[in-house]
């Protein structure tokens, strides 16, 4: 299964921006789906993750209070709104997702997640 992410841009500091990220082809329910981000010259680090229902979501602290994680009712999609983007945010944003599902203590662990998309390109500039 490959996820497809959709909607990185070029904005300026306090922008807001949303991402999508979904299974290509056939739709697939994941019980567990999040983002991750890296900028460059720096590993790849943890932003948000959510069950099927957003009932269970973990924040990064960096993106706590500006960012928002939801899920669409099939369970396919999952969306990151972010607002108050800063300069630090400018990163390649990966979305990853689980379909057996994941503790929510290891939410924030890469290698729980199965499916991994190509990544979406987010610069804020100051």
């Known amino acids: 299964v490959q996820l497809q992410a959709y909607g990185g841009g070029l904005v300026q500091a306090g922008d807001s921006l949303s991402l999508s990220c979904a299974p290509s082809?056939?739709?697939?329910?994941?019980?567990?789906m999040g983002w991750f981000r890296q900028a460059p010259g720096r590993e790849r680090e943890f932003v948000v993750a959510?069950?099927?229902?957003?009932?269970?979501?973990y924040y990064a602290d960096s993106v706590k209070g500006r960012f928002t994680i939801s899920r669409d009712k099939a369970k396919t999609t999952v969306y990151l709104q972010m607002n108050s983007l800063k300069p630090e945010d400018t990163a390649v944003y990966y979305c990853?997702?689980?379909?057996?599902?994941?503790?929510?203590?290891?939410?924030?662990?890469?290698?729980?997640?199965?499916?991994w998309g190509q990544g979406t390109l987010v610069t804020v500039s100051s």
């Open positions: 082809g056939r739709p697939i329910s994941m019980a567990v």
């Open positions: 990853a997702a689980d379909h057996g599902g994941i503790c929510y203590s290891n939410y924030a662990k890469e290698r729980e997640y199965d499916y």
């Open positions: 959510g069950n099927s229902n957003s009932a269970q979501t």
